[in-house]
């Protein structure tokens, strides 16, 4: 992963100015910032700021003065921010689809500690931490809220894994645990996972392990059981100070940490399994860096820094351009930005067994995707924006594709297969041995579409 400079979002003061908080919208369209003013400021995707709003206390006789905004997160359809404050409130601004709509509060939710951190995994349930030392959840449709489980250290950092169905919290006495809403099959334990050196402010859960730093300028690398797996030491760096936040990509395969004048990536390697560090961001009088927040499509990455600074970056392991026509901007190993020149619009292609991509096609008259990977194949529509992935062993790229119907399904010849592929369904439909295959005769029923199509 390579990070390159685009712009500065906001301009850094001249005295202390903590950037609080920073978090993207899951469609990509907007991105918020939180100054030490308590104000929200609202951005573009290009950067461009476009709206703002500003916060408020638990009750009004104790001023604006009272409080900070420690975090902050959008729902999961973009159109609401969760807002949790030290006065022990989390706040939900309703901030609609649309530039300039009404800001209205839609939820509160009271608790007995100062909130440090939240997470917004789930359509009505927000996760968050208080001083305490309890992981709760918040229920946007009840209005009510319930501990998760308690802990008698303050929680300091909050992760959830690439599906956002399971969370880890990092507590002032060092401690990290796991707990999942679903383990999707994994086996893996929930309750105390392992105890870090320091306090774990800097807690990243990528696709293949956890990785934790903290002010022993130490970033160390744990298995998905708590195991150390690598440790990478810099307390002989007398340029590098502690670790203040990280973030993960949204694949999992890489990793940001921010420091002091510095941003570290580490980029997993699958073929050996471990975790390689890129070559740092660095730059000068940047200062530290208190925020990180990852675009959910993983094109771009923004800082916050303690002067007030917010700065863009672009992240990507390589581009290319195909046909003259289309960008291939490859974000992480199983995931690909494909945009096309000509009218800007883009499609995001990703493995969702996180396997790595390998080369992209573009066919049929520029409109279908094909792509491989070790164990699937990718098929997309980019004018429907219709993804797939069905298991497809590996075939040296032998296949034969036919994209005669617009709406419903693909076909592919492999080895002498037919197989029949819907567009947005990750299961082939149906496969039939054959030698001869004719796109013009195939008769076929879906019923979910209460459709039929016949060609004789």
């Not at 939900?92 to 689809?97: A, F, S, T």
């Not at 959840?137 to 690439?162: F, M």
């Not at 007030?308 to 046909?323: N, T």
Request: proline share 3%; hydrophobic share 35%; with cysteine.
């Amino acid at each position: 992963m390579q990070l390159k400079h685009l712009k500065t979002l906001l301009t850094p003061q001249e005295g202390a100015a903590k950037v609080t908080c920073l978090t993207w919208a899951p469609n990509n369209t907007k991105f918020a910032v939180c100054t030490v003013d308590r104000v929200v400021l609202l951005y573009d995707e290009q950067g461009e700021r476009r709206d703002k709003f500003s916060t408020k206390p638990l009750d009004s006789k104790y001023g604006k003065q009272s409080y900070v905004v420690n975090d902050m997160a959008f729902s999961p359809d973009s159109t609401k921010i969760a807002i949790g404050q030290s006065d022990n409130i989390i706040f939900v601004y309703r901030i609609g689809e649309d530039w300039g709509d009404k800001k209205a509060i839609c939820n509160k939710f009271v608790q007995t500690s100062a909130v440090t951190c939240l997470l917004w995994p789930a359509e009505h349930a927000i996760v968050y931490g208080l001083v305490d030392g309890k992981v709760r959840l918040a229920n946007t449709q009840t209005n009510k809220s319930s501990t998760i489980y308690g802990t008698e250290s303050c929680v300091v950092s909050l992760a959830s894994n690439v599906s956002g169905k399971g969370i880890l919290s990092g507590h002032a006495d060092g401690t990290v645990v796991r707990y999942f809403f679903d383990d999707e099959g994994s086996g893996d334990s929930q309750g105390k996972l392992f105890m870090h050196p320091c306090p774990p402010y800097a807690l990243a859960w990528g696709a293949n392990g956890i990785m934790v730093g903290g002010c022993d300028k130490k970033v160390v690398a744990y298995s998905r059981e708590g195991h150390v797996l690598q440790t990478f030491d810099y307390t002989r760096d007398r340029t590098e100070r502690e670790f203040t936040v990280a973030a993960t990509s949204p694949g999992g395969q890489s990793v940001v940490f921010g420091s002091y004048d510095r941003l570290r990536v580490f980029n997993w390697a699958p073929r050996r399994s471990v975790w390689d560090e890129a070559k740092p961001k660095e730059i000068l009088n940047l200062y530290t860096i208190t925020s990180l927040a990852w675009k959910k499509d993983g094109s771009r990455l923004c800082a916050g820094t303690l002067c007030g600074g917010v700065e863009l970056f672009d992240c990507c392991l390589r581009r290319a351009i195909y046909k003259n026509k289309f960008e291939m901007t490859y974000v992480g190993l199983s995931q690909v930005i494909v945009k096309n020149l000509s009218t800007g619009t883009r499609v995001v292609l990703k493995s969702y067994y996180g396997y790595e991509i390998e080369e992209v096609k573009i066919m049929g008259k520029d409109r279908y995707l094909v792509a491989h990977t070790s164990d699937t194949l990718l098929l997309g529509d980019l004018l429907t924006n219709k993804l797939s992935e069905v298991p497809w062993p590996g075939s040296g790229g032998n296949e034969k594709f036919f994209f005669e119907n617009e709406t419903v399904s693909t076909r592919s010849v492999f080895f002498g297969n037919l197989s029949l592929v819907e567009y947005s369904n990750n299961d082939i439909l149906g496969s039939v041995r054959t030698e001869f295959m004719n796109p013009h005769l195939i008769r076929y029923y879906l019923q979910h579409y209460n459709w039929k199509e016949t060609v004789n």
